[in-house]
């Protein structure tokens, strides 16, 4: 239980329209290209939870509580929870309505503009209230699968901070509650804030695609240096960033229950497996860098939420490592040999890794990739991302590892082997094709929290490739709508290029082709794909 005293603070409270920039938002992030091909990805059949912090000091009733009819959503769908009572009517006596909670709401579960607009529920909650009485008491509330927190505690001690992580770690093991919750901040601000410290949660920054800069907290968390956030989403601050990133897990929980990742649907529906996709669809935004020990961004996480790429890497089903072997602790353990092939190049899996104590032995499960097309001098783009849970009741971690390495030599082309954090991430562009080991390692030996831990990974190789035709007077470009994230640019010259795309319209989705039609000219044109396209 959890005895630091709430204090909450809304994670932003700016307001501006909405209409004006809908349509370039839903293009950005994925949603477009999502409702253009494929049918009902919208949430349905998950319930939701959107905690409110009360932000008028001692206001009673409670501010907290979403208007039904400004989310063109029916007062049914909501349930209404702070300490004065339960409603499910607006308006009520519990609660009055916050104009904070609104703004939320349109980019959760809005008709208008949310990321999930057919969510089974939505438990709306005075925040302190769901803090005292269900989290700190371990009581499952109403059984919602996603949790939206659009507030911070603001600065805690360490001591405090490690409490409230460890309220919602346990939390979420218990009862299986993905919570996505704000980093917290400004420009200006530093680390992050809880509960967007969390290890088993997903944290959520701002990537401002304008002037290019981050708003928000930034890693590392005052406790052991991890890295938070864990991914950002587009908006001016993290209460508005953080909704989207809740309304693509609410997407991606419907798509796996429904089977679109394959029959094995509690392993597509496992948090862990949801967190993995969500972060390696992230498109990276421009600065972006990580390192082997830090494996996320330290302002970005693992880049921009794309709810496309995530749903087509999750359509590429789960995907068993080709051989698992136990080896000598800290011992090397480069590509065994072994033939057999992954037969997708975008996919999951969730499996389970074990190592041993005495003997001290480490866990290592390959998954080998023929990564080639038909162009002989293609690159690839290798993303790759680990998620695995800190445990119930534990401090620590077991530490798992990801690593890619070439077959034909044996070289190791990237790792990720953060000592504290419990998401992997490989981000490798410019990939010559080949065959590749990527790897999941996992520590043995006495110092372990447990021989077994259940993971989940996510992986994409992909080179994407811009095809040019003609017709009368017109020239057709097109390249394939996933992985999302590229744009076309145009020069005229090749020896000193000036590429630009502000001169080009934007493409229109057919038959999973983005398509760009150009009127023909006498003039010499060059084109090239680039991302990322934020």
Request: with cysteine; charged share 10%; glycine share 8%.
């Amino acid at each position: 239980m959890c005895g630091c005293k709430t204090s909450l603070v809304l994670a932003a409270f700016i307001f501006s329209s909405l209409v004006s920039q809908a349509q370039p938002y839903y293009d950005l992030i994925g949603r477009t290209a999502l409702w253009s091909t494929t049918t009902n990805i919208n949430g349905s059949g998950i319930r939701v939870g959107q905690p409110e912090a009360n932000y008028v000091q001692n206001a009673e009733p409670s501010v907290f509580e979403v208007n039904p009819a400004n989310q063109s959503q029916p007062v049914s769908l909501f349930t209404y929870i702070s300490a004065d009572g339960i409603a499910n009517t607006f308006t009520n006596t519990v609660g009055v309505e916050s104009s904070h909670g609104e703004r939320v709401a349109n980019y959760f579960y809005s008709v208008w503009y949310g990321m999930a607009t057919n969510v089974l529920h939505v438990d709306n909650y005075d925040a302190d209230y769901y803090i005292t009485n269900y989290l700190a008491n371990y009581d499952p509330a109403q059984n919602d699968l996603v949790v939206n927190q659009s507030y911070t505690y603001g600065f805690l001690s360490v001591a405090d901070q490690e409490q409230v992580d460890s309220m919602y770690d346990n939390y979420e093991e218990m009862y299986r509650t993905l919570f996505v919750s704000a980093v917290g901040g400004g420009p200006t601000s530093s680390n992050a804030y809880a509960p967007g410290t969390s290890y088993n949660g997903i944290s959520v920054g701002v990537y401002d695609n304008i002037s290019g800069a981050f708003f928000n907290n930034i890693g590392p968390t005052i406790d052991n240096g991890r890295c938070k956030p864990d991914i950002t989403a587009l908006e001016g601050a993290t209460s508005f960033s953080t909704p989207q990133v809740s309304g693509a897990s609410a997407d991606l929980m419907q798509a796996a229950l429904r089977g679109d990742g394959g029959s094995d649907t509690n392993s597509a529906f496992d948090l862990r497996t949801i967190k993995a996709l969500l972060l390696n669809g992230a498109v990276k935004p421009p600065g972006w860098t990580n390192a082997s020990f830090y494996p996320l961004d330290q302002r970005y996480g693992a880049g921009v939420v794309n709810v496309f790429n995530s749903y087509r890497q999750l359509t590429g089903g789960k995907n068993s490592a080709i051989v698992s072997q136990l080896i000598t602790a800290g011992s090397s353990h480069p590509p065994t040999g072994d033939t057999g092939t992954e037969p997708v190049l975008n996919g999951w899996d969730f499996a389970t890794s074990t190592s041993s104590r005495s003997p001290a032995k480490d866990a290592v499960a390959h998954y080998y990739f023929d990564v080639s097309n038909h162009l002989a001098g293609a690159r690839f783009t290798a993303t790759a991302t680990l998620a695995w849970n800190r445990q119930l009741n534990q401090t620590n971690i077991n530490n798992l590892d990801l690593f890619l390495y070439n077959c034909a030599n044996s070289n190791l082309v990237a790792g990720s082997t953060s000592l504290v954090n419990n998401v992997e991430h490989i981000y490798q562009p410019s990939l010559a094709q080949g065959r590749y080991d990527l790897q999941v390692w996992k520590a043995g030996g006495s110092g372990i929290v447990s021989t077994i831990e259940p993971y989940a990974l996510a992986f994409a190789f992909y080179s994407d490739t811009l095809n040019v035709s003609g017709s009368g007077t017109n020239v057709t470009l097109t390249w394939p709508v996933y992985p999302a994230g590229f744009m076309v640019e145009n020069t005229t010259n090749l020896i000193s290029p000036n590429w630009i795309s502000t001169n080009l319209p934007q493409p229109v989705i057919t038959n999973n082709l983005n398509s760009l039609q150009l009127s023909a000219t006498n003039t010499v044109q060059f084109f090239r794909l680039i991302q990322p396209n934020l």
